[in-house]
């Protein structure tokens, strides 16, 4: 078996050992067996990235030299895309056809895309008598999540190199394993000493230190809206830059008109992505009253093609909850939403294997949209199906959650879904099963975030603006 240890850090441009001698275990969540441990970093371990960044970070950096380092960066992710998906499976259950693509292949497309971007972007413009130059942020503080750890981490890191930025890097303690070797890759690339530093360790010190240290001059969070909040407050203490891509509440809103049986198999698939683990899964179902009982006899049967199970099954289309703690929160949202009068049509609370943290795929039907499952992020296989009397009573309930990050419109024809989606608070909609774009600005309305990532408004955020006030 793969030995997952790993009992160093990445500091300064070397792999050290760390400040203390503890170490995090990793959990494979469809065996519950340990895989691995990483180091259980300290604030000393965090002062000495950042002081590494800072020594790195230099601020007149050429555009030459920024392409030069990205090209290695992307070459030498790309080499190690295989055993990075590999190893995703083990640590949070992503199926392989899942691990193997969306897992791997989106991050090495979005790091093309700020390639792409840095290539053609223009650093300097004139206005007036004014120039206007961007420049670098300075050192980047970065704390990812576990449910997409690859694309997480590339979405911040990739263009914080292009724009001529240093990283200090924390993943999560729950899927770590997959952001190591990542940036194996990167000590493979030859990046200057101090340009990234990975830092292991529980959020509570590594993420507070990162995010309230005064030589951090960007934080970039991802994870939960609660979470998000304590890294703002933190960071505001310093009054440094902060970036949240947070939770969300996507509506997949089927208008009158629209191609039901397409929008139901699409809608589906995509409250099921990644095991529903996935901030921006369309985990409400907006139907008109008048197909309601079409809608749900299609949701039914396409949730019953989601097959769950071993993650190294090709066939398996759902696999294990990311871990323990995550399987239990499902099950109580499942458990909480049943005794709140919502309907169950499939799947449900109960344990399905003896080992593994599964939950079934579900789906429920008649559910408050002012309830808590018509409210609140799961973060599971779980699909709330709910009727609309008209439009304006669709977009009532779509922007009637604290969030808005994603969502999905269809509409008989492409002019009405437009319509539609701008009375529609939240990032980003697909209309009438528009396809996903990795150069595309992805972030959040209200408490979804702050900030925007991915192509060039992603990049942009790693920039800060200068005017340089020129005689006349």
């Known amino acids: 078996m793969h030995d997952y240890t790993r009992k160093t850090l990445f500091i300064d441009g070397r792999w050290a050992t760390p400040d203390g001698g503890d170490a995090i ?23 000495a990235a950042v002081a590494a960044a800072r020594r790195a970070f230099d601020p007149l950096i050429t555009v030459a030299e920024r392409r030069e380092r990205l090209d290695r960066v992307i070459a030498a992710m790309e080499k190690r895309l295989p055993d ?20 791997t292949k989106v991050p090495l497309a979005v790091a093309r895309g700020i390639a792409d971007v840095l290539a053609t972007f223009e650093f300097e413009e004139r206005m007036g008598n004014s120039l206007v130059v961007r420049e670098p942020y300075g050192v980047v503080g970065a704390i990812t999540p576990w449910n997409y750890p690859l694309y997480q981490v ?24 997959s952001v190591f070797e990542f940036v194996e890759a990167l000590d493979e690339a030859g990046l200057p000493p101090g340009v990234v530093n990975l830092v292991s360790g529980s959020g509570r010190v590594v993420g507070e230190r990162i995010a309230e240290h005064p030589d951090v001059d960007l934080v970039s969070f991802t994870g939960s809206t ?27 809103v089927i208008l009158e008109g629209g191609d039901l049986t397409t929008a139901v ?24 009253e008048s197909r309601y009982g079409e809608a749900l006899e299609l949701v039914e049967a396409a949730a019953a093609r989601y097959t769950v199970g071993d993650p190294l099954d090709p066939a398996t289309r759902i696999g294990p ?6 399987f239990a929160t499902v099950r109580g949202f499942i458990e909480r939403a049943q005794r709140d009068g919502a309907r169950l049509i499939t799947g449900g ?58 969502g999905a419109v269809w509409a008989g024809d492409l002019d009405h879904a437009i319509a539609f989606a701008r009375r529609v608070q939240t990032g980003q909609l697909d209309l009438n099963g528009g396809a996903y774009n990795p150069v595309a600005p992805f ?5 979804s975030g702050v900030g925007r990532e991915l192509g060039r408004a992603g990049f942009e955020e790693f920039l800060q603006t200068k005017s340089l006030q020129l005689p006349a």
């Open 154 to 177: 590339v979405a911040k890191v990739v263009p914080a190199i292009a724009a001529g930025c240093t990283v200090v890097l924390k993943p999560s303690n729950e899927a770590p394993l």
């Open 226 to 252: 609660a979470v998000g909040q304590r890294v703002a407050e933190l960071a505001a203490k310093t009054v440094k830059k902060v970036a949240l891509e947070l939770g969300g509440k996507s509506a997949n």
């Open 84 to 103: 990075i998906g590999e190893t995703i499976t083990r640590e949070m259950g992503a199926p392989v056809r899942i691990a193997q693509g969306v897992q």
């Open 321 to 326: 909850s990311a871990s323990a703690s995550q």
């Open 25 to 47: 275990e990793v959990i494979d969540p469809a065996t519950e067996q340990v895989i691995g441990s990483v180091p259980d970093g300290t604030t000393a371990d965090v002062d």
């Open 349 to 406: 609370a109960e344990k399905i294997r003896d080992i593994g943290y599964y939950v079934a795929p579900t789906v429920f039907a008649d559910v408050d949209p002012d309830s808590e499952l018509g409210q609140e992020e799961v973060f599971g296989p779980v699909l709330a199906v709910i009727p609309f009397r008209d439009e304006d009573d669709a977009v009532r309930i779509a922007n009637g959650t604290p969030y808005g990050l994603a």
């Open 443 to 447: 972030g959040g309305y209200k408490k």
């Open 265 to 288: 198999k699409v809608g589906v698939g995509n409250a099921y992505l990644n095991g529903g683990q996935t901030c921006m899964a369309w985990t409400r179902m907006l139907v008109p």
